[in-house]
């Protein structure tokens, strides 16, 4: 059985790769955010803020991950339990923002219908990708390296959904930014 180190190796330019480019949105997202402050507070921005959080979370463990499989000599016992409390939180934060969403259901949707073909565009693809994060640190936290290689659905799952929302997101400040100049 090859070790944690020996299974990532290949991999090294990719999750250098991939922590350059979600820092770099990070980024953005704030200066985009920045720009837009007033429009993220107050009760009367709380999809605006949902999206905000969603997008933030989700690109922030696409970095953290990356930069963790960049770290030499890793132990797959340390990476597994820190990857288990990811999974974990991840899975949290996306069913938190479902409930949150089915709050304001009656406000956006006219039908059940909509509501969960919005559901499952917005929250199945990470919600996914942290389930197969879990699956992955309960293998490491055993000591297999098998399905380190499942770390790219992961990766592009959670990328995706980020872009995907940081697009509905710009698009959402937009509408409030003309609405507010209006009023």
């Not at 953005?28 to 107050?42: D, H, I, P, Q, R």
């Not at 996306?94 to 919005?118: L, M, P, S």
């Not at 499942?150 to 930014?177: H, K, P, Y």
Request: hydrophobic share 55%; net charge neutral; charged share 15%.
């Amino acid at each position: 059985m090859e070790t944690l180190g020996q299974a990532i190796e290949p991999w090294h330019e990719f999750y250098a790769a991939v922590s350059a480019t979600s820092a770099t949105l990070v980024g953005l997202l704030f200066v985009s955010l920045s720009l837009n402050l007033k429009l993220v507070t107050g009760e009367q921005h709380a999809e605006i803020r949902a999206l905000a959080i969603q997008t933030f979370v989700n690109f922030t463990y696409v970095l953290i991950i990356s930069l963790i499989f960049l770290i030499p000599n890793l132990s797959p016992s340390g990476v597994g339990i820190t990857f288990s409390i990811f999974g974990v939180l991840g899975t949290v934060s996306v069913v938190r923002a479902i409930i949150a969403t089915t709050r304001e259901r009656k406000r956006h949707w006219r039908t059940t219908a909509q509501y969960w073909r919005f559901v499952a565009g917005r929250f199945v693809l990470p919600l996914a990708a942290y389930i197969v994060l879990t699956l992955i640190a309960i293998l490491l936290w055993t000591g297999s390296t098998d399905r380190v290689d499942w770390m790219v659905f992961v990766i592009f799952s959670l990328l995706g959904s980020a872009i995907s929302v940081a697009w509905d997101l710009f698009l959402e400040l937009g509408c409030s930014s003309v609405d507010e100049s209006r009023g």
